[in-house]
T-cell receptor, first 116, second 109 residues
């Protein structure tokens, strides 16, 4: 089965600890994305990567870091510098296309991070 | 001003009603447009892509107006199962995606 997996589904951490969220896809997609969603709000882009070994900051990158060493994997680290890390984190992937030619994003099930 | 703005909602409609959502975007470099559906505490799922020529999928019709920089979603003959939050997404030619905050639809019997 092709898809995107995120683990764990629920994660609890103490304040001041770094935590890494995993995201793996076997869809052979080039692009991957990390979003954060707070209750009652839309998704905000943290980081995105169009190809291996390259990534760009999104709208709210402060306090987060990523790596893209393999096409299949795009882990996100929530550092202690992130002021309000408790949120729903969603990973997505897509195959970049031209206008009207695709690049729809497919999402993993998400990780709910709670920092105590 | 946000890059992507949606009708604030919520929309509460009876079964069988027709409902329309609008979404405006400010970045003229935007090249791809989508509507996603998100159920409570779940990940968003693609509902449909939006093309300049407009596209229809059963009871759902999406349209794009590049000149006025807005996209729309029309749902006809609403079903109870259509209750969800609808998110519009705009992607630039550099691959950066921006989501609207979503519009919540509740269809009542």
């Amino acid at each position: 089965d092709g898809g995107i997996t995120q683990s764990p589904k629920y994660l609890f951490r103490k304040e001041g600890q770094n935590v890494t969220l995993s995201c793996e896809q076997n869809l052979n997609h080039d692009a991957m994305y990390w979003y954060r969603q707070d209750p009652g709000q839309g998704l905000r882009l943290i980081y995105y990567s169009q190809i291996v070994n390259d990534f760009q900051k999104g709208d709210i990158a402060e306090g987060y870091s990523v790596s893209r060493e393999k096409k299949e994997s795009f882990p996100l680290t929530v550092t202690s510098a992130q002021k309000n890390p408790t949120a729903f984190y969603l990973c997505a992937s897509s195959t970049p296309g031209g206008p009207g030619l695709g690049d729809e994003q497919f999402f993993g099930p998400g990780t709910r991070l709670t920092v105590l | 001003r946000k890059e992507v703005e949606q009708d604030p909602g919520p929309f509460n409609v009876p079964e069988g009603a027709t409902v329309a959502f609008n979404c405006t975007y400010s970045n003229s470099a935007s090249q791809s447009f989508f509507w996603y559906r998100q159920d409570c505490r779940k990940e968003p799922k693609l509902l449909m892509s939006v093309y300049s020529s407009g596209n229809e999928d059963g009871r759902f019709t999406a349209q794009l107006n590049r000149a006025s920089q807005y996209i729309s979603l029309l749902i006809r003959d609403s079903k109870l199962s259509d209750s969800a939050t609808y998110l519009c997404v705009v992607t630039t030619n550099a691959g950066k995606s921006t989501f609207g905050d979503g519009t919540t639809l509740t269809v009542k019997p």
